[in-house]
């Protein structure tokens, strides 16, 4: 979506999160997708360090376009063993 989000963006300044929202909600592309924006007003830990052990614990799929960007974390009882298909 971020293409997206940059085309109607068009350099306009980012005041404020309601601006942010806005522009992000008036998104719709050709086929029809609308994109929902909405402020999560909680606060989040930082800096928070994951333990090895625990990372490699997560079910992580690369994608074969640009792996490195590309991925879904998938639940862990999924089968390890199955491909993607993407």
Known sequence: MFSFISL????RPLVSYETVIQLISSIR???GLRVKAVLDPKEYATEVEIPDQEMAALNVRTHRCHPQWNYSIRPRSEDRSHKPTW
């Open 29 to 31: 592309t050709r086929t």
């Open 8 to 11: 109607n963006w068009q350099g």
